[in-house]
């Protein structure tokens, strides 16, 4: 079993930065892969970012590309999403994902609102 707890979202003009963060506690994270998901007002869950816990290998939506950052401390057992240059289809729901084959798991979630 794995526990996500993300924080760090909130209300920033169009332009600023935010991090959030995602802490992790349970089970050996070193086979999985760390992802930050974000869901728009009546849209789906979309991919944003994803990190491996073992190699640091990272991928982002096109979308995002250039903006944000992801990144982990392994010490703290945290996986890290620096969003800069937001815009305001930036603003929804992001989620902290873990997957490793068949085991995933979800955050709550942490709302990024980005005002024009």
């Known amino acids: 079993q794995v526990k996500l707890v993300e924080s760090g979202g909130g209300l920033v003009q169009a332009g600023g930065s935010l991090r959030l963060s995602c802490a992790a506690s349970?089970?050996?994270?070193?086979?999985?892969?760390m992802r930050w998901f974000r869901q728009a007002p009546g849209k789906e869950r979309d991919f944003v970012a994803v990190i491996t816990w073992s190699r640091n290998y990272t991928n982002y939506a096109d979308s995002v590309k250039g903006r944000f950052t992801i990144s982990k401390d392994n010490a703290e057992n945290t996986v890290y999403l620096q969003m800069n240059s937001l815009k305001s289809e930036d603003t929804a729901v992001y989620y902290c994902n873990a997957n490793a084959g068949g085991a995933n798991y979800w955050g709550q979630g942490t709302q990024v609102t980005v005002s024009s």
């Open positions: 349970g089970r050996s994270l070193s086979m999985y892969l």
